[in-house]
């Protein structure tokens, strides 16, 4: 892959720095959108390594991308890393300039466990932050613990003995948690007033049946989606770790998806700057 990155630090207050690496290269006079980047890894593994491919499709699209090294369980439960990824995400917008433009729109995008914490980090925003999101985008996303949905079962995966169950048994922590819906999207009662989201999934993908449905809630509770189901063999979400899928057709897939959905956000920006100009 020709992508190159540089890697970096984040400081978040009293804790320690969050180890970053960042993708894509700023043009002069421009405004890239500036993307935080969360990884796979079942909550419990994952690297900045195993989130390049991701980070570099997302940056070819346009962005750049602050890929974090958020912190694991079991040693982290809820809400550890989504406490985390907060920090780093207020971080990256009080500091736009930095890493990308002073007007620079913010995104968060995940894959799988990532996926999960950018749902996350979109619902927290919107309770505790009005503003700090352009757009979400959720690639094969964890956003229910409950595993009984039909593509779940489909991939001999389910609520027991299977990577992704063992993932959230660990990163609960307790069961009462996954009625929380910073943990668990799916389950939120009020999703109305999100940013923007981008929702992918593929047909052989274990989450397939999750993301429809949370991209079917969004979008009825008036939220702007852009949702796709990308044709198998895709081999995901595993394959979303592997630098050499690359050269797969989903990947170009995903990349035009993005490079589409940063430009809708962009142009509803311009849309409502127009309706509410800034007073002279």
Known sequence: MAMTW??????????APVPVRVYGKRQRGGTPPLVLHLHAGAFVGGTLESGQLVASLLAEAG????????????????????????????????NRARWAAKKSQVFVAGEEAGGNLAAGLALVARDRHPGLLAGQILISPMLDPLMGTCSIRSADAGPVGCQWADGWHQYLGSPEKAAHPYA??????????????????????????ESQRYARRLRESGVAVQHDVLTAPTG?????????????PWAAALRERAMTFFA??????????ALHPMPA
């Open 6 to 15: 540089t890697d970096d630090s984040i400081e978040v207050g009293a804790g």
């Open 63 to 94: 962005a750049i991308v602050v890929s974090a090294d958020y912190p694991l369980a079991p040693a982290h439960i809820f809400p550890d890393a989504l406490r985390a990824t907060l920090a780093v995400l207020n971080a990256l917008h009080q």
């Open 184 to 209: 668990a999207p799916l389950n939120s009662i009020r999703l109305a007033g999100l940013a923007p989201a981008l929702v992918l999934t593929a047909q052989d993908d274990p989450m397939r049946d």
């Open 236 to 248: 995901w979400p595993c394959a979303l770790a592997s630098p050499e899928s690359a050269a797969e």
């Open 264 to 273: 809708a956000t962009a142009a509803s920006r311009l849309s409502a700057s």
